[in-house]
C-alpha cells in the first residue's frame, strides 16, 4: 500500500490519505519537461542569525581539493563552421571602398600621418609591457581537473598512461597490481578508456588475458591499441570491434616476465612495434602477424646472447629522429644503448652508462636535444649526455621518497616532470632553479607511478597506487616557450658536459697515476722480498756454520777425553 499525503498548512492543519493498491494504479504516468514555476518563497529569519557565531577571520588552506557542489551539470555542445558576411567600415563618406586603388592611397596617407605613427607605437608598447609584467607575476602553479578510479572493488595500480592521438579527449589506463604475488584470485584484468570529461564511467573496457602493465594508442591510428601484459604476451585492440583483443601473440614465443613497455615504431605502415621485459629481452613484432616476433635482442652485457645473464628491462626510449638507436633502462641501475641495425648481435649493444643505484622507472631523451636524455631512479632524476658515460651532467638532490616515473616536457626544453613514492609530483625547470623543483605539488597519499603529458604541455596525468587517475592542468608559464630558452638550455647542457669531460679526463689521469704507483709498490715489495730471502739465507749459513763448528769442537774434546 502507498501513502500520498497532501496539504499541509500552518494555520490549519487538514491531512487527506488515499490508500489504493499497487494493481490498481493504471497505465503508467508519461513525465515530460517544462521550465521551473516558482510556488513557494520562504524568507530567511533575520532572528536565527543571533543563534549563529561569525567566525572572522577564517583561513582555511586546502591544496587540490575537488570542487563539491550539491548539483553538478556538465553541458555538452556541438560545433559547426559557418560563414560570416563581413562589411568594411570606417572609410570616408567620399571613398570607395571597392574601389582598391582609392583605399590603397588612402591607407598611404594615414599611415604617414604622425598622429597615427606615434598612436600604433605606443598601443604596442604597452601591451607587450602588460604581457611581460603579467609573465613575470605569474607564479607557477596546477589544479586538479578530474580524477578517474578504477571502479572494481579490489583496486589496482595504474601502470601505464596514454592520450588519445587526436585531440587528447580520451585516456587509456593499463591496471595491474605490482604486488603480483599477493594479487588476489578474484582481480579484474579489466584496463579501461576515459573520456576526460566524464569520469564516472569508463567510455569503453579492455579485456585482456592477463593484466596489462603498459598500453599505448597508435599514433597513425587513433582506433589501435596496444598492450603489454603480466603474463609476457603482446595484444592489440580496434576500438570499433569491441573489448576483446584482436590479436594476441603466442605463448612460446612472448616474453617470458612482465612487458613493462612498448613502443610503436615510425613505419610505412604503421604496424610495426617492439617491447622490453624482465626477462632481459627486446622483440619486435608487426601486429599483422603476431605468431613470432620479427627480431629478437638478448641484453646480455657480455654479448653472448645468454639469457640467464641478460639485464632486466624497465624502461624503454626511442627517438624518431634516429630511427637505428634505442635505449634501455634495466633493473640493475644501467642505461644500456643500442644499435639496431648493427651486423651481429654483439654489436648491437654499443655503450653502457652507469649512475644509479635501482631500477631505472623512466628513460626518455629531451624533445628539442636528442643528444641529452632523462633518467628516474631510486631518490634521484639525472641529465645525460651521449658523449658522457661516466656521469651524468646534472642531477636533482636526493629525496626522502624513491622516485617511481618522471618525463620532459613537450613544449619546453627545460621544463620535466618527477613522481614520488609519497604522492607529490615536482615539476622542474632548470632554468629558473636546479637545486629545488619549481612546483611541488601534493596529489594524493599514495605513491603516484606513471605520469603522461599532452601534446601540449597543459594537461598532465598521473597515476596511483590504488588506481586513482588524477587529471592536472598546470598554469601556462610552465607550458610556454620562453624567449630565447631553446639557445639557454642548449649553453647549458653543453657548458655542463664540457665540465664533465674535463673531470672525466682529470679522474681517467689520477687512475693511471694510481695505477703505475700501485705497480712501482708491487715491484718494491718483490724487492724487499727478495731482501728478506737472501737475509734468511745467510742466517741459515750461519746457523750450519755455527752447528758444523760446535760439532768440530765436541769431538776434539772426546779426543782429549
Known amino acids: 500500500m502507498?501513502?500520498?499525503i497532501e496539504g499541509i498548512y500552518a494555520k490549519m492543519e487538514i491531512v487527506y490519505v488515499y490508500t489504493k493498491k499497487h494493481s490498481e494504479f493504471g497505465r503508467q504516468c508519461n513525465f515530460s519537461d517544462r521550465p521551473a514555476e516558482l510556488h513557494v518563497d520562504i524568507l530567511p529569519d533575520i532572528s536565527l542569525a543571533a543563534n549563529f557565531t561569525v567566525r572572522d577571520p577564517c583561513n582555511v588552506t586546502i591544496q587540490c581539493a575537488e570542487e563539491m557542489s550539491e548539483h553538478e551539470v556538465r553541458p555538452r555542445f556541438e560545433s559547426e563552421s559557418r560563414g560570416?558576411?563581413?562589411?568594411?567600415?570606417?572609410?570616408?563618406?567620399?571613398?570607395n571602398p571597392e574601389d582598391m586603388e582609392a583605399t590603397i592611397r588612402y591607407r598611404k596617407k594615414v599611415e604617414k600621418d604622425e598622429h597615427y605613427q606615434n598612436?600604433?607605437?605606443?598601443?604596442?608598447?604597452?601591451?607587450?609591457?602588460?604581457e611581460v609584467l603579467e609573465e613575470s607575476e605569474e607564479q607557477p602553479s596546477a589544479k586538479t581537473i578530474n580524477v578517474f578510479r578504477d571502479p572494481n572493488e579490489v583496486k589496482r595500480t595504474a601502470t601505464s598512461l596514454s592520450w588519445h592521438p587526436e585531440g587528447n579527449h580520451k585516456l587509456a589506463v593499463a591496471y595491474s597490481s605490482l604486488e603480483f604475488q599477493r594479487a588476489p584470485n578474484d582481480m579484474s584484468f579489466d584496463s579501461y578508456i576515459w573520456d576526460i570529461e566524464n569520469p564516472n564511467k569508463p567510455e569503453m573496457t579492455l579485456r585482456p588475458v592477463s593484466p596489462l602493465v603498459c598500453l599505448e594508442y597508435n599514433p597513425k591510428d587513433s582506433h589501435i591499441l596496444v598492450g603489454g601484459s603480466y603474463n609476457g604476451q603482446i595484444a592489440y585492440w580496434d576500438t570499433r570491434k569491441g573489448s576483446q583483443p584482436v590479436e594476441m601473440s603466442t605463448i612460446e614465443h612472448s616474453h617470458r616476465d612482465p612487458v613493462y613497455k612498448v613502443i610503436w615504431l615510425q613505419s610505412k605502415t604503421g604496424t610495426d612495434i617492439f617491447s622490453a621485459s624482465t626477462d632481459g629481452q627486446v622483440l619486435w613484432w608487426d601486429i599483422r602477424k603476431m605468431s613470432e616476433p620479427t627480431e629478437r635482442l638478448v641484453l646480455d652485457p657480455s654479448k653472448k646472447g645468454n639469457l640467464d645473464n641478460a639485464l632486466g628491462v624497465v624502461s624503454l626510449e626511442f627517438e624518431t629522429t634516429m630511427p637505428t638507436k634505442f635505449m634501455v633502462g634495466?633493473?640493475?641501475g644501467l642505461v644500456v644503448s643500442c644499435n639496431r641495425k648493427a651486423?651481429?648481435?654483439?654489436?648491437?649493444?654499443?655503450?653502457?652508462y652507469s649512475g644509479h643505484h635501482g631500477p631505472i622507472y623512466a628513460l626518455q631523451r629531451n624533445?628539442?636535444?636528442?643528444?641529452?636524455f632523462l633518467t628516474v631512479a631510486d631518490w634521484t632524476a639525472r641529465i645525460w649526455?651521449?658523449?658522457?658515460?661516466?656521469?651524468?651532467?646534472?642531477?636533482?638532490?636526493?629525496?626522502m621518497a624513491h622516485l617511481l616515473d618522471g618525463c620532459w616536457s613537450p613544449v619546453r626544453p627545460s621544463v620535466f616532470f618527477t613522481l614520488k613514492m609519497d604522492g607529490t609530483l615536482d615539476v622542474w625547470d632548470i632554468l629558473f632553479k636546479q637545486n629545488d623543483p619549481t612546483l611541488s605539488l601534493k596529489v594524493c597519499d599514495e605513491a603516484m607511478c606513471s605520469i603522461r603529458v599532452q601534446d601540449n604541455g597543459r594537461f598532465l596525468g598521473c597515476g596511483s597506487q590504488l588506481g586513482t587517475t588524477t587529471l592536472l592542468e598546470i598554469s601556462a608559464g610552465l607550458c610556454t616557450l620562453q624567449k630565447n630558452e631553446k639557445a639557454m638550455v642548449s649553453e647549458m647542457f653543453e657548458r655542463e658536459t664540457k665540465r664533465e669531460k674535463i673531470l672525466e679526463a682529470?679522474?681517467?689521469?689520477?687512475?693511471?697515476?694510481?695505477?703505475?704507483?700501485s705497480e712501482q709498490s708491487r715491484e718494491d715489495e718483490g724487492k724487499e722480498t727478495d731482501g728478506e730471502e737472501s737475509a734468511e739465507e745467510l742466517v741459515a749459513c750461519a746457523e750450519r756454520e755455527f752447528f758444523e763448528i760446535m760439532e768440530k769442537r765436541n769431538l776434539s774434546v772426546d779426543c782429549q777425553h
Request: contains cysteine; hydrophobic residues 30%; proline residues 5%.
Open 2 to 4: 502507498i501513502s500520498i
Open 84 to 95: 560570416i558576411n563581413h562589411v568594411e567600415g570606417g572609410w570616408p563618406k567620399d571613398l
Open 119 to 130: 598612436t600604433i607605437m605606443q598601443i604596442f608598447f604597452e601591451d607587450e609591457d602588460e
Open 330 to 332: 634495466t633493473e640493475q
Open 343 to 352: 651486423k651481429t648481435p654483439a654489436e648491437k649493444i654499443v655503450c653502457t
Open 367 to 372: 624533445p628539442f636535444f636528442p643528444k641529452n
Open 385 to 399: 649526455s651521449e658523449d658522457i658515460k661516466e656521469s651524468s651532467i646534472m642531477w636533482t638532490k636526493y629525496h
Open 506 to 517: 682529470r679522474h681517467r689521469e689520477m687512475r693511471l697515476k694510481e695505477r703505475s704507483r
